[in-house]
């Protein structure tokens, strides 16, 4: 038995893709327990930052918390709204001048459908196998996350920014044709931001444990369900997948204290 307060899940580049659960006593490669039964009992909440047994009212966070620390900023799903180069204080400059002055990319992600998304060069390839990603390649490499956002602004105009996750965990998705798609992307580029463009960009292929993709999916929210057991089948993305169509959210139960048994 294990338990724990559910976190984001750690992942390892490999062949496939290796995920681990960072519970307080415990550290737990989630691979080796494919064709298992798994048993998840919901016992309480707990705050990702000040720890308390409150309500979680987003990522992971209590509501007060989620309003008040920096990394809840609204420039971190916004990255066009990063004020740290200015040397302007949104909620902590110390801590906005060392998440968002540093490398940041751009990138395109194949996942349910073509994407475009921007994460701080040290999250490459963690960022794209949390969002299920088949296939990445960066298109450009910024010195910031301000000039990163505004690169983002302008080519969502032409590819989205969103995931189908319902599609993503089903492995539906069509073939793209990359060069074509970062021949696009270049040309819709304002020219000044064209000088931070990646020479000969590198298609990525990502490998993801899954044994059964679901044909239709049911969500677990383990606050509401309390328990469930499931044989696995799988892990994408952030996501559990169970021979039942029920898939877990890591993210979205992040703050849920569990335990969980393996049979």
Same mark, same amino acid.
Request: net charge negative; aromatic share 8%; proline share 4%.
């Given at each position: 038995m294990f338990k724990?307060?559910?976190?984001?899940?750690?992942?390892?580049?490999? #062949?496939?893709?290796?995920y681990? /659960?960072?519970?307080?006593?415990?550290?737990?490669?989630?691979?080796?327990?494919?064709?298992?039964?798994?048993?998840?009992?919901?016992?309480?909440? &707990? *705050?990702?930052? *000040?720890?308390?047994?409150?309500?979680i009212f987003r990522q992971g966070f209590c509501q007060t918390c989620f309003f008040e620390i920096p990394l809840a900023g609204d420039w971190v799903m916004r990255p066009?709204?990063?004020?740290? %180069?200015?040397?302007?204080?949104?909620?902590? /400059?110390?801590?906005?001048?060392?998440?968002?002055?540093?490398? %940041?990319?751009?990138?395109? =992600?194949?996942?349910s459908h073509l994407k475009v998304g921007v994460t701080r060069k040290s999250q490459i390839p963690t960022r794209w196998i949390d969002q299920g990603a088949h296939?990445?390649?960066?298109?450009? #490499?910024?010195?910031?996350?301000? /000039? =990163?956002g505004i690169a983002e602004v302008s080519l969502k105009n032409h590819f989205s920014d969103k995931t189908n996750w319902r599609k993503?965990?089903?492995n539906d998705y069509n073939e793209v044709p990359w060069e074509k798609a970062i021949n696009l992307a270049i040309e819709i580029l304002p020219q000044d931001l064209r000088s931070y463009l990646i020479s000969d960009?590198?298609?990525?292929?990502?490998?993801?444990?899954?044994l059964q993709?679901? &044909?239709?999916?049911?969500? /677990?929210?383990?606050?509401?369900?309390?328990s469930f057991s499931g044989i696995l089948k799988g892990i994408k993305g952030q996501y559990l997948?169970?021979?039942?169509?029920?898939?877990?959210?890591?993210?979205?139960?992040e703050g849920a204290v569990v335990e969980m048994n393996i049979n």
């Open positions: 724990g307060v559910l976190k984001k899940m750690i992942t390892e580049l490999a #062949e496939p893709i290796r681990f /659960l960072n519970f307080e006593n415990d550290f737990v490669e989630l691979n080796q327990f494919l064709d298992q039964k798994v048993k998840i009992d919901f016992i309480g909440t &707990e *705050c990702l930052n *000040c720890h308390a047994s409150k309500t066009e709204l990063s004020k740290a %180069h200015l040397g302007e204080e949104d909620r902590d /400059l110390e801590y906005e001048k060392k998440i968002q002055l540093q490398p %940041h990319c751009v990138y395109l =992600a194949l996942s296939q990445a390649v960066g298109i450009l #490499e910024l010195p910031n996350r301000y /000039l =990163a993503m965990l089903q960009p590198e298609v990525s292929k990502l490998n993801f444990p899954v993709y679901p &044909e239709r999916v049911k969500s /677990l929210k383990l606050e509401k369900e309390k997948i169970f021979d039942d169509q029920t898939v877990c959210n890591i993210r979205s139960n």
